[in-house]
Nanobody, 122 residues
């Protein structure tokens, strides 16, 4: 079993940056794909980015391409989401998750963190 804990959320002005971290416990993190999803208030959970177990493959939602970068350090059992040029519409609770392969649907992931709030003001 894998436990995931997100950190790094907070409040920032539009145009600013934040780096989210996802610390994993358990032996399977280094062999699992990792994804980031977000859920704005009153809306569904949406795909943000995903990375393969090796880091060789990544995928991004169109809304964050060129602004967000997903990465991972398997030696540290930690994944990251670097978010630059933040916009008010990026405001959401951000979740990390692990699964068997890169997927854009939340149902494809097996383990989830508790989420971290990101608020971007204009």
């Amino acid at each position: 079993q894998v436990q995931l804990v997100e950190s790094g959320g907070g409040s920032v002005q539009a145009g600013g940056s934040l780096r989210l971290s996802c610390a994993a416990s358990g032996r399977t993190f280094s062999t699992s794909a990792m994804g980031w999803f977000r859920q704005p208030p009153g809306k569904e959970r949406d795909f943000v980015a995903a990375i393969s177990w090796s880091g060789a493959a990544t995928d991004y939602a169109n809304s964050v391409k060129g602004r967000f970068t997903i990465s991972r350090d398997n030696a540290k059992n930690t994944g990251y989401l670097q978010m630059n040029s933040l916009k008010p519409e990026d405001t959401a609770v951000y979740y990390c998750a692990t699964g068997r392969g890169i997927g854009i649907r939340w149902r494809e992931y097996d383990y989830w963190g508790q989420g971290t709030q990101v608020t971007v003001s204009s």
